[in-house]
Nanobody
Framework: QVQLVESGGGLVQTGDSLRLSCAAS????????MGWFRQAPGKAREFVAAIGRNGFKTAYADSVKGRLTISRDNAKKTLYLQMDSLKPEDTAVYYC?????????????????WGQGTQVTVSS
């Protein structure tokens, strides 16, 4: 069974940066695609970014392209989301997800495991 734990969220100002981390444990399947999703108050959870098992295939939501970067360190079993030029619209709970395939893509249904979420708040 897989457990995912996010960390790195916090309160920042517009234009600041944060790096979110997602640590995976007890992984018994391979390959493993991973992604980030977020949910703002009063809105549905939405796709943010995805990355394939080897780290070369990535995808981003249009709203975060050029500002957020997904990466992974397989030796550390950790997924990252580097967040730059943050905007108030980025305020949300961010969730890490893992798929039992080598690339999960943009849809929630492709992912099998989810973290508890970490709060990111960006003030004006």
């Amino acid at each position: 069974q897989v457990q995912l734990v996010e960390s790195g969220g916090g309160l920042v100002q517009t234009g600041d940066s944060l790096r979110l981390s997602c640590a995976a444990s007890d992984i018994t399947f391979s390959p493993l695609g991973m992604g980030w999703f977020r949910q703002a108050p009063g809105k549905a959870r939405e796709f943010v970014a995805a990355i394939g098992r080897n780290g070369f295939k990535t995808a981003y939501a249009d709203s975060v392209k050029g500002r957020l970067t997904i990466s992974r360190d397989n030796a550390k079993k950790t997924l990252y989301l580097q967040m730059d030029s943050l905007k108030p619209e980025d305020t949300a709970v961010y969730y890490c997800a893992a798929a039992v395939i080598d690339y999960g893509g943009i849809h929630e249904r492709e992912y099998d495991y989810w973290g508890q979420g970490t709060q990111v708040t960006v003030s004006s």
